[in-house]
C-alpha cells in the first residue's frame, strides 16, 4: 500500500527532468489519444510528413517529460478543433528559434508578459489561422485564446519550466501528474489514484481508504471517478 509521503517538488525543472523519458505508450493513455496519433505527433511520417514535437524523427517510442507537456497542448488543440498539424510545424519551429528552448510550446515564457507580444507577431509571420492561434488581440488586450489558456491553467508551472500537469479536464481536480513522484502517473498528495482505487475495488469503503492514506473523502472521490473514467476511455 502507497503512503502519502511523496510530496510535490517546487524546485526549478532542470533540462535534464525536461529530457527524461517518462512513458512509453502510457502517455498516449494519460493525454487519451491513440498511441499511433501520438506517435506522429512526436517522430512525423518519414519522408513525407516531418514530426511537430521533435525537431527530427528519432524512432524512439519513449517519450520525455517535455514531449508529453507539449502533447498535452496538442490534445487541447485537437479536441477543440481538427487543426491540421502541418500548420503548426513552422509556428513551433519559428517559437523555437525566438525563444532559443528546444521544447517552447513547455515553456511558460510564451504565455506570459511579452512573450505574448512576441506570438502575435509569430503567428503572423507562420500564417497561422486564427482559429488555431495561442494568443489573440481582444480590445487592444493580449489574451490567450481558449486552447492556450487550458493548456496554460493545467500545467503547473516552476519558473517557466512545467513541474506539472493537471490530467483531469476539471479545474478544481486535486490529480497531477509529476515526472518527480510516482514516475509521473497521476497522484493526489503524492500517492498514485490507481493505488486508491485499487483499495475501493478490493471492498473497502471511502472513510477507510481516506484514513489509510491520510487523505479526505473528496480526495478519494477524485481518484476513483478519475481511474473510472480512465478505464471506460480505455
Known amino acids: 500500500m502507497e503512503r502519502g509521503a511523496a510530496a510535490c517538488h517546487t524546485s526549478r525543472v532542470s533540462v535534464a527532468i525536461l529530457e527524461r523519458e517518462m512513458y512509453t505508450e502510457a502517455a498516449a493513455r494519460l493525454l ?8 506522429w505527433w512526436l517522430d512525423g511520417r518519414p519522408p513525407r510528413y516531418r514530426p511537430v514535437i521533435r525537431v527530427e524523427p528519432t524512432g524512439s517510442r519513449s517519450v520525455t517529460w517535455a514531449e508529453f507537456v507539449e502533447a498535452g497542448l496538442l490534445r487541447s488543440y485537437r479536441r477543440e478543433h481538427d487543426v491540421p498539424l502541418k500548420e503548426l510545424r513552422d509556428f513551433i519551429d519559428r517559437l523555437r528559434d525566438e525563444f532559443q528552448v528546444p521544447y517552447p510550446l513547455a515553456n511558460r515564457r510564451p504565455y506570459v508578459g511579452s512573450g505574448r507580444r512576441l506570438l502575435i507577431d509569430l503567428q503572423g509571420r507562420s500564417h497561422l489561422d486564427p482559429e488555431f492561434c495561442l494568443v489573440a488581440t481582444v480590445n487592444g488586450q493580449i489574451v490567450l485564446t481558449a486552447p492556450g489558456e487550458e493548456f ?9 519550466e512545467p513541474a506539472g500537469w493537471r490530467p483531469h479536464e476539471d479545474p478544481a481536480s486535486p490529480i497531477r501528474v509529476n515526472p518527480l513522484v510516482r514516475f509521473g502517473m497521476p497522484t493526489i498528495s503524492g500517492i498514485s489514484t490507481e493505488a486508491i482505487a485499487g483499495e475501493l475495488d478490493g471492498g473497502a469503503s471511502l472513510e477507510e481508504v481516506a484514513g489509510d492514506f491520510g487523505l479526505d473523502i473528496d480526495a478519494v472521490r477524485w481518484a476513483q471517478s478519475y481511474e473510472l473514467s480512465q478505464r471506460a476511455a480505455a
Request: aromatic fraction near 12%.
Open 152 to 160: 496554460y491553467e493545467r500545467v503547473d508551472w516552476s519558473g517557466d
Open 32 to 39: 487519451r489519444i491513440a498511441p499511433s496519433t501520438l506517435h
